[in-house]
């Protein structure tokens, strides 16, 4: 066995193998499939069936509506142990107890066991022997963590669509969607009922399933596979009378009225119209499971998450957001317009591949005029030539444009040309705003050397 030392050895190990996160192009029949993953559980004795859980999917809102559902079972006084994708600084983020890391001993030692055990795995089929990817490593890890620290609960989140993701081998207590939008077309489909469909496939035989607003004919499919599966479908929209927030920089005001007489007042540290409707989904999904007192909606209200619209330093205001699809970024821009004032804010941007760029673009430029292109990271593949020549394209005389590919030097300008009273704001995926903190924290240690 491989000597593991430290938890970057457990990470290093595991993305030796295939990693479909890293390269999408990898992803064929023979690597993205559920029997290898099955086969995978079954040699480790099952431990996805040791705690119940919670199983999210969609395209946007996965990330807040678990911890929202994590941290609403934790305040009942459970262990819950949260799986969530993809991480914004440390791998750690993605195997937490609802946000909060295990310790390093327990995950090296956990760790070890997994890794002395797959020693003694094997699967073939039609195409010969295959090796599990790196995500389901990732996903039996999780579940081996949640088992051996004998979790009571565990919200897990889809990593990529729903029906064969490597998620999709628990029976959970409760099904989640959010809601959906075009992306990762060339894997999921080109159009949303096809992506509503790979998602949907969470929804399991009479296990009640949790729907969020959504598109007309993403609701139709999921509604459709709810009652294929003898699923009792809760649909947000249905439930409520009316749902109002207002972002402030105490957080999101949020006054949900809901069809059974409740009537929720609550102020979310979690800012931007989005997270209210995110909340009331994991709101829904927590009293149907039977939980509903103060302890429950004071952990809703202080759930905090990162990378989601948070301020990470000052003077000037300098946010990071993972919006990365036409909805998403129109809710970050409304947060931003309520909160800040537009013509002194610059936008730092990068997107991956595989994504809806001119839409994104187009909803940009209606309200910034200052914007500095960068490359994401290379984690995956991206091509900040082509966005930054689609916004010359688009843009007016009056807006500006930088190509900056390196982080760094893009946090840098950004701040040249950025006032004290201004706003900078990163977006278009977690991978950039991961590297914008990395560079900001390397800025301040910079800035606080100088006045020593």
């Known amino acids: 066995m491989k000597n593991i030392a430290s938890f970057d050895d457990i990470i290093t190990y595991m993305s030796c193998y295939t990693n479909l996160e890293k390269n999408l192009n990898h992803i064929n029949t023979r690597n993205y499939r559920l ?16 705690f119940k859980s919670i199983h999210v999917a969609g395209s946007k809102g996965k990330g ?10 934790k305040s009942q006084g459970f262990k819950v142990g949260l799986y969530a994708s993809p991480h914004l600084i440390d791998y750690r983020e993605r195997f937490t107890l609802c946000g909060s890391f295990f310790d390093d001993d327990f995950l090296i030692e956990t760790g070890r066991f997994m890794i002395e055990k797959l020693e003694s795995f094997t699967f073939s089929d039609e195409w010969g022997e295959t090796y599990p990817t790196t995500f389901e490593l990732f996903t039996l890890f999780a579940f081996l963590l949640f088992s051996r620290y004998k979790c009571d609960w565990a919200v897990i989140e889809t990593g990529l669509g729903g029906r064969l993701d490597a998620t999709n081998t628990i029976i959970p207590e409760a099904s989640v969607i959010c809601p ?19 998602k949907s496939k969470i929804i399991k035989y009479k296990v009640p399933c949790f729907i969020a607003t959504m598109r007309e004919e993403a609701k139709a499919v999921m509604i459709e596979e709810a009652m294929s599966q003898n699923s009792t479908i809760h649909i ?9 927030s207002n972002t402030t920089s ?13 009537d929720d007042r609550l102020t979310l540290k979690l800012r931007g119209k989005v997270m209210a409707q995110n909340c009331a989904l994991a709101l829904m999904t927590l009293r149907s499971l039977g939980f509903n007192n103060q302890e429950m909606l004071k952990a809703v209200q202080n759930t905090a998450l990162a990378g989601r619209f948070e301020t990470i330093s000052t003077k000037p205001d300098l946010i990071i957001d993972g919006a990365h699809t036409p909805v998403s970024i129109a809710s970050l821009i409304d947060t931003s317009n309520q909160l800040f004032d537009k013509s002194k804010t610059t936008v730092i941007f990068g997107l991956v591949e595989d994504k809806d760029y ?7 430029l209606k309200n910034f005029n200052k914007f500095i292109i960068c490359k994401p990271g290379t984690f995956k593949k991206s091509n900040p030539q082509l966005i930054y020549d689609t916004f010359l394209q688009q843009k007016d005389d009056s807006q500006k444009v930088w190509l ?31 590297i914008i903190e990395l560079a900001n924290n390397e800025r301040k240690k910079e800035d606080f050397k100088k006045c020593l």
């Not at 959906?180 to 790979?198: D, P």
């Open 64 to 73: 807040s509506t678990s911890k929202f559902i994590a941290e609403g079972l």
């Open 180 to 198: 959906i939008e075009l992306e990762h077309t060339k894997i999921l489909g080109s159009t949303i009922q096809l992506i509503a469909s790979e």
């Open 404 to 434: 900056i590919e390196d982080a760094s030097q893009a946090l840098g300008k950004a701040h040249e040309i950025t006032d004290n009273d201004g706003t900078i704001i990163c977006c278009g995926s977690f991978y950039l705003a991961s």
């Open 236 to 244: 947000l929209e249905n439930n409520i009378s009316s749902i109002d």
């Open 358 to 364: 001119t839409h994104i673009i187009g909803e940009l």
């Open 250 to 262: 105490e957080g999101e005001k949020v006054h949900i009225v809901w069809n059974n007489g409740l």
């Open 35 to 50: 029997d290898r993953m099955k086969k995978l559980l079954e040699h480790f004795d099952h431990p996805e069936k040791d």
